[in-house]
């Protein structure tokens, strides 16, 4: 309960911290791919990864990419 209580705290203290200093469009876009690093470590627990949360992954960093890479 404890871990989930401090967890919980401090993923929403950083998003707003994230929303605070950086561009909101930017951290809303870094905020909305937080589900793909999980993947990693879905992968070093052994488990199979498919070809398409893989291509998914690609697709949503490269999305992430012209974002902020046309600064």
């Known amino acids: ?3 989930a209580f401090i967890g ?3 993923a929403l203290w ?3 911290m994230a929303l605070k200093y950086a561009a909101t469009g ?3 876009a870094l905020l909305g791919t937080s589900p ?3 993947l990693p470590i879905v992968v070093l627990l052994g488990e199979r990864v498919s070809l398409r949360a893989i ?3 690609l ?3 490269g999305g992430v990419w012209l974002l ?3 600064d």
């Open 68 to 70: 902020v890479g046309y």
């Open 1 to 3: 309960m404890v871990a």
């Open 14 to 16: 950083l998003q707003q």
């Open 55 to 57: 291509l998914g992954v």
């Open 36 to 38: 793909l690093f999980i």
């Open 59 to 61: 697709v949503a960093l």
């Open 26 to 28: 930017i951290a809303q």
């Open 8 to 10: 919980t705290y401090l």
